[in-house]
């Protein structure tokens, strides 16, 4: 019996330092994830940044005080102010900032919390700035204020473990009765856009055609001085044919038979055309060879012009 209670207190033992040595080495060995750092103290002072590899620290002397982030990190800041102009406004700044390596120390001793200190200096710069300025001027000016808003945290967060990064103007929002009369002002603006954009398409419009018409009339005058050229030369083959079949007669007994077969010509194509049922024509003798004449002369003159042409 004494045997037994001997061997279960020696297996009670065994585990208990086993546990104990477990535990030692749990608060002995400890690792640091990535993109992060371990402030570890000793007797409540500053020893030591860890880092992201496997790290050793005494047990019960030492401690971690905090494990900051190197991660990127944002804060949007709403500042509330009133332009040079007297409008209401909301300027939106969102500071992107992170620790800087080698001074993680700094980020938690001096300034553990940085969102506040952030907010103050971008409250000063952002009021400093738009005060100053009409509303139309800070829609202008994001970029300044931006640029101004960076420079000052650069400056000011360094001392105090914190690198900023980038420190956008994200919006600018006047008050309600400001936003609607710019929109009203956006509105006719972009009508007067499209009514301009409407009246330069018309009158594109009407370049092109009249340009169309300058062609088209162009086009045809030409066709029409060929139509006369080739006139003449076809009465001027048909003067050459009528000499050669009647050898002996005048210039004017052949002009006067070319001329009257272009009468009857025109005589036949004027009854072929539909509807053209009726042709008067004068009933003396007389008024025949008047009536010849006159369009003997009418041919003449078309003859004449279509030559000079």
């Known amino acids: 019996m004494d045997n037994l209670i001997s061997t279960v207190l020696n297996w009670v033992g065994i585990i208990v330092a086993g546990l104990f040595v477990l535990l030692l080495l749990k608060m002995t060995f400890f690792t640091v994830s990535n993109q992060t750092v371990k402030i570890i103290e000793r007797f409540g002072k500053y020893k030591k940044t860890a880092r992201a590899v496997l790290n050793i620290k005494i047990p019960l002397v030492d401690s971690v005080r905090a494990t900051p982030s190197l991660q990127v990190l944002q804060h949007v800041v709403t500042v509330d102010t009133i332009t040079k102009d007297k409008v209401s406004v909301k300027v939106a700044v969102a500071v992107q900032y992170q620790v800087i390596e080698g001074q993680e120390a700094d980020a938690v001793y001096k300034l553990s919390n940085p969102e506040p200190q952030i907010e103050t200096f971008v409250f000063d710069v952002v009021r400093s700035q738009v005060t100053t300025q009409t509303l139309d001027e800070v829609f202008n000016s994001k970029s300044d204020i931006a640029n101004a808003v960076n420079n000052e945290l650069t400056a000011d967060m360094a001392a105090f473990g914190y690198r900023i990064l980038r420190s956008p103007v994200t919006e600018i929002d006047p008050e309600a009765s400001v936003k609607q009369a710019m929109n009203k ?125």
């Open 185 to 309: 002002i956006n509105a006719a603006q972009r009508e007067r856009e499209a009514a301009t954009a409407q009246g330069e398409a018309e009158k594109t419009l009407r370049v092109l055609q009249a340009e169309g018409q300058r062609d088209s009339d162009k086009l045809k005058g030409e066709g029409i001085a060929l139509q006369r050229a080739e006139i003449v030369k076809g009465l001027t083959n048909s003067i050459e044919e009528l000499k050669k079949s009647y050898p002996g007669a005048s210039e004017e007994a052949i002009m006067n038979m070319l001329m009257m077969n272009q009468w009857l010509e025109a005589l036949t194509a004027i009854g072929a055309k539909s509807g053209a049922t009726t042709i008067f024509v004068p009933a003396s003798p007389q008024g025949m060879t008047d009536f010849r004449q006159q369009i003997m002369e009418g041919l003449v003159g078309s003859v004449k012009g279509a030559a000079k042409s």
